[in-house]
């Protein structure tokens, strides 16, 4: 693992991918105890494009029957970013009845999942579970539910295994932290 140039930004290492599949292996080893004698598929959501990677991995764990369907959840308006989330695009799944578990890469505000899990209800889901490789613990301060964390992180900017910095850097199996003084 070596320094990584983005755009103007170097990153170091921060978590390799060895420890990366360790905490999906514990996830997935919970969600298959959870999940094992549901009575009906989950549908697992996952959250464009951040989540792609993680989900990948994830899914190649999980022995129990389950849909994937993904989603792109934007703040846009036209051409204008309204810093609302307001728009859900590519969700076909039929949610009602049906327990929905949002894949996300890391929870930062939890403005994301805020959202998602409404509208998922919305939607007629029964249940709505969250699962996410990365939280920022210290600035979450949502009443949503974390149901699955696999790893804790401060809070810094990081990328890496489908994180982006200006859609750049999510191919890399390592993740990456902003080095310090940028
Ligand atoms: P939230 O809505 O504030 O929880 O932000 C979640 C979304 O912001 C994630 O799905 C990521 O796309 C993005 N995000 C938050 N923190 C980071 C980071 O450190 N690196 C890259 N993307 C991030
Ligand atoms: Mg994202």
Not at 141 to 170: C, M, S, T
């Amino acid at each position: 693992m070596d320094r990584l140039k983005i755009h103007d930004k170097y990153f170091v290492p921060y978590i390799s991918h060895a420890d990366i599949s360790a905490a999906i292996d514990k996830l997935a080893a919970r969600m298959n105890n959870d999940f094992r004698n549901s009575d009906r598929a989950p549908v697992f959501l996952c959250i464009l494009n951040g989540s792609i990677v993680f989900t990948g991995e994830l899914m190649q764990r999980l022995d129990f029957p389950l849909e994937l369907s993904s989603v792109r959840v934007s703040s846009y308006s036209g051409v204008t970013s309204t810093g609302v989330l307001n728009t859900v695009v590519g969700l076909n799944s039929n949610m009602e009845g049906r327990t929905v578990v949002i894949v996300e890469d890391i929870v930062d505000t939890g403005k994301t999942i805020r959202f998602l899990h409404d509208h998922v209800l919305e939607r007629g889901a029964a249940e709505v579970r969250v699962c996410t490789l990365l939280c920022k613990r210290d600035v979450y301060d949502g009443d949503v539910p974390l149901d699955y964390v696999a790893i804790d992180v401060e809070n810094k900017f990081l990328v890496g295994f489908g994180l982006d910095y200006d859609q750049f850097g999510r191919n890399t199996e390592d993740i990456y932290i902003l080095e310090d003084n940028q």
